[in-house]
């Protein structure tokens, strides 16, 4: 028998931006075994309901994940509509999508060059990381944050796009789209990245399901579930079909992420062009008695935030499981058997957003 | 006017049918959302939710601290995490999990924070 | 009395072409990202700033090593300069490799300890290709004396193509870049953080630089040999291989080190199949 | 001379932060603010580092880990803390797991504001913390030079005798 070493793996390690560890039992350079542990980035903020109003808990939810920010403060605010029986504005719904739609483009650009980047394809990181910056930019447009935006709030949207920047929007995504679609060839075309992808870390389609993975984890390998199918916000009246892949190894993760990005602009094009006419907000009094489950698409998959009010101002409890926790156990089952030299690969390949999951 | 294509349920359930109800829920081919507990007080509830097509499935088990939950891991795999968690932030003692953290799931500066009787303590209850 | 003037020549230019080419390089590949890159003298900030930090020292075998490593690399350089066996001069540069690998596991990490596996591998993959050239050299020109070999009025690299698109192919693992920087790499993060350097700090990863900058200009040199029929011609012929080099680096991901090794094997099988036909050719034509 | 000036290298870490701060450090080296211009790397590699970029409020399970990646930088080296969190512990401040700040557990030499900190800003503090790093350096070379100085006295001292 080979000899076994064990080789720590994080929290501090240049291709994880962020901590968590990982205990790999090797022989030779293949991985048998995967002990994985957390709590690096555990703050505890769900006990900050208690000492914070509802309204206030916005700033807090945002701040859960600095990535898919704006999709948590949506999250969190649509739970509370949904106790306290709100209805949000149809100008407001579309701006919501936008904003999330955004966030979106901007965490799988991101995800995109750190995937690149564990592959050692340091050109395309960097080339990612430039695209991403033009939907920064647009959010500091409309938002004056680049990655936290602060725009949503119980009962709307606190900053309205006016009319001519939505046009220059519009404008925007048509060379957008296009350096996309030439970022994207790259990702699933060339023979490196394919080799480095193509059969690696595969999930099959019931493993996925009855692992409980969420998002392009569970997409990748044939799971037709994206939770903006429900129709929160404006998804509904856009109509949505969800991408999906079906091979289950990581190209097929890093293919659902690719084409995601099309669909996000293009449903960006047509909030834009059906953007109703209207207040963005509405006044909320009181406050929530009541519980509710509210569930949100994010970038990395549905997040759940299940919330419950006693009909004060702060909250009994807010609970939120981000779609990373539930793939940990699919990344535990797709480690072993994998070359050390394919761990970074496997690992980001479920996108790995620690501050979402140890909140 | 949103409309959201989705129904939730909440149902109650006893400790000893947690089992047999789960067993059911996995047969009829939904799958684990999430396990999450609430702090209530004089007990925990802890939430099991599921979900099929939109179908979200909850179910609820109400239990007094110190009362030992057995493990969901023999019937979804990957509830693990959550109950690990149950065990490290809330204090309940979970049996027969698959892959035990016995307490190092989740590292606080202040042991089961979120628990009712134990909080502070130091002693793991999943030995 | 050339051969002397070619070593004094070698030790002190050398290090300063290195660090030029490691500078133009790093411009080079910013340009490729669409960045504007560091400035030119880049690397020469940084093996100064090297040599003010502090020494800390994991196990003390390792500034031995490293040292003979430094050594050996500027002794093989000094021997091809100098006009030497071309033979001795490809053993010496192997024995420096061996002293890095022992520098790398003197360091207790298992980072360090995989590096330095790796580096191994990659010395079984890159061996068989350099031999191969010395011994196409030899076939065409006659003699294994790096002054005869470049002094040669006979084009080389009609004779060995093969054995060139070979030597290519692994000079990517000697310059550390994509697709086979797998032991330790110089601009992208790996998975073993940084290899076989990875224990290594302050002056003693000064060390290793400056290696680096005297084993690029002598991999440089060997490029030249196979156009040394015309000076210009072989002075293009590097710049050419160089910028390829850059931008292989900038269009491919890491390979896994299986396949590094097979690619090795591949382009070294391409070599074998060039010398024999060459020699068929000799046996021919004689 | 002063190369430290002109090749600080980079180690980052994560200490309990939302990840905002973390994506800002990372933009800082892509195309648009490409810190490599001053010579900036990105090293993740403790002991090549001379500059240690902290986000985060730090959690108990952090506090070795800082310390460690802290020892483990040779002199001379700065710290600086990115972002409100890293600071006061920022909006996170009163959870029960966070410390609050970073100079909680080792020294800190520059404070970037912002939640999060804009990649100008971490740039900005950056450039601020050379000039610590460079009159840090000229100590430490001082100091060898007079211990030098006492063992060469010493050595005179002893041969007189």
């Known amino acids: ?359 | 006017m949103t409309t959201v294509k989705e129904e939730q349920t909440t149902t109650s359930v006893a400790l000893g049918d947690l089992i047999r109800e789960v067993e059911g829920i996995h047969a009829d081919g939904y799958r684990l959302v999430q396990i999450g507990c609430t702090n209530i007080g004089e007990a925990y509830e802890i939430n099991y939710s599921f979900d099929k097509g939109y179908r979200f499935r909850n179910l609820r088990l109400t239990v007094e601290p110190e009362i030992e939950v057995p493990s969901i891991t023999g019937i979804y795999w990957g509830a693990f995490v959550y109950e690990n968690e149950l065990h490290d932030l809330f204090g309940i003692p979970v049996t027969g999990i698959n892959i035990d953290f016995k307490g190092t799931f989740f590292k606080t500066a202040e042991k089961f924070p979120l628990s009712i009787t134990r909080k502070g303590g130091d002693r793991c209850q999943n030995v | 009395m050339n051969g002397f003037i070619g070593v004094v020549l070698f030790l002190i230019l050398a290090p300063v072409a290195g660090g030029l080419i490691a500078g133009l390089d790093r411009k080079l590949t910013a340009r490729m990202q669409g960045r504007v890159g560091p400035p030119l003298l880049q690397p020469f900030y940084d093996v100064g700033k090297l040599f003010e930090k502090e020494r800390v020292v994991v196990a003390t075998a390792q500034n031995f090593y490293i040292l003979a490593y430094l050594a050996f690399i500027v002794l093989s350089g000094a021997l091809f300069f100098a006009g030497g066996d071309l033979l001795l001069t490809v053993f010496a540069f192997t024995l420096a490799h061996v002293f890095l690998v022992l520098g790398a596991y003197a360091a207790h990490s298992p980072y360090s300890h995989i590096g330095a596996e790796r580096e191994l591998i990659q010395v079984m993959t890159y061996e068989p290709i350099v031999i191969l050239a010395v011994v196409g050299f030899y076939m065409v020109t006659g003699s294994f004396y790096v002054a005869d070999i470049a002094t040669t009025t006979v084009p080389a690299i009609l004779y060995l193509p093969g054995v060139f698109l070979g030597f290519a192919a692994i000079l990517t693992i000697k310059l550390r870049k994509s697709p086979f920087d797998i032991s330790t790499s110089h601009h992208a993060h790996q998975e073993i953080v940084k290899g076989v350097t990875t224990e290594f700090s302050g002056s003693t990863l000064g060390q290793i630089e400056i290696a680096h900058w005297y084993e690029n200009v002598f991999l440089l040199g060997l490029v030249y040999l196979f156009f040394a029929w015309n000076p210009v011609i072989g002075i293009i012929a590097v710049v050419v291989t160089y910028v390829a080099e850059v931008f292989i680096d900038n269009v491919t991901a890491r390979v896994r080190w299986q396949a590094a090794l097979k690619s090795g094997w591949l382009a070294a099988l391409l070599a074998v199949a060039n010398l024999l036909i060459l020699s068929y050719m000799m046996i021919g034509g004689a | 001379m002063a190369f430290l000036k002109r090749s600080p290298w980079i180690l980052h870490y994560d200490a309990s932060s939302c990840n905002g701060c973390d994506i800002e450090v990372l933009a800082c080296l892509t195309p648009l603010y490409d810190v490599e211009r001053f010579g900036i790397i990105n090293t993740g590699n403790p002991k090549h580092a001379d500059v240690l970029l902290i986000t985060g409020g730090v959690n108990e399970q952090n506090r070795p880990v800082v310390k460690n990646l802290y020892e483990q930088m040779p002199e001379p080296k700065v710290v600086i803390a990115v972002g409100a969190c890293a600071a006061t512990g920022g909006i996170f401040r009163e959870c029960y797991n966070i410390v609050g700040g970073i100079d909680k557990v080792i020294p800190v030499d520059v404070y970037v504001p912002g939640c999060a900190a804009r990649p100008e800003q971490i740039i900005d503090g950056v450039v601020k913390a050379l000039s610590i790093l460079e009159e840090r350096r000229e100590r430490m070379t001082g100091e060898a030079q007079v211990q030098e100085e006492a063992r060469h006295d010493a050595a005179e001292a002893g041969e007189s005798r």
Not at chain 1, 116 to 142: H, K
Not at chain 1, 174 to 179: L, M, P, R, S, W
Not at chain 1, 221 to 239: F, P
């Open chain 1, 1 to 359: 028998m080979p000899k076994r070493i064990v080789v720590p793996f994080g929290p501090q390690h240049p291709v994880l931006p962020e901590p968590i560890h990982l205990d790999l039992v090797l022989e030779d350079e293949k991985v048998v075994d995967v002990i994985p542990s957390i709590g690096y980035i555990h703050r505890g903020l769900e006990q900050l309901v208690q000492k914070r109003e509802y309204p206030e808990y916005v700033y807090v939810a945002e701040r859960i994940c600095g990535i898919c920010s704006f999709m948590h403060a949506l999250c969190y605010c649509q739970g509370i509509e949904h106790i306290m029986e709100i209805e949000v504005p149809d100008r407001a719904r579309y701006l919501r999508t936008i904003w999330s739609e955004l966030s979106r483009l901007h965490s799988h650009l991101l995800w995109l060059g750190l995937f690149a980047d564990s592959m050692g394809f340091e050109n395309l990181f960097m080339r990612a990381w430039q695209l991403r910056e033009s939907v920064l930019d647009i959010s500091e447009d409309t938002s004056g944050g680049r990655i936290i935006q602060s725009t949503c709030k119980v009962g709307g949207v606190r900053r309205d796009i006016e009319q001519g920047k939505l046009e220059e929007i519009h404008r925007v995504m048509d060379t957008f789209e296009e350096k996309c679609r030439g970022l994207g060839n790259v990702f699933l075309n060339d023979e490196t990245v394919k080799y480095r992808l193509q059969g690696l870390g595969v999930i099959s389609k019931d493993e996925a399901y009855t692992l409980g993975s969420a998002g392009p984890t569970l997409r990748g390998s044939g799971v037709a579930i994206d939770h903006r199918e429900t129709g929160y916000a404006a998804y509904g009246d856009l109509g949505f079909k969800p991408v999906v892949e079906t091979a289950g190894d990581c190209y097929a993760r890093c293919a659902v992420r690719v084409r995601e990005l099309y669909s996000s602009i293009d449903l960006i094009r047509r909030a834009i062009e059906e953007m109703p006419e209207g207040g963005i907000d509405v006044k909320v009094k009181g406050a929530p008695n009541g519980e509710y489950f509210s569930r949100v698409e994010q970038p990395r998959g549905e997040v759940v935030h299940y919330l419950l009010g006693d009909g004060t101002k702060h909250l009994v409890r807010a609970r939120i499981r981000t779609p990373t926790l539930a793939n940990v156990p699919a990344l535990v089952k797709m480690l072993p058997g994998a070359q050390l030299a394919d761990v970074p690969v496997v690992v980001l390949s479920i996108d790995p957003c620690i501050s979402c999951t140890e909140r």
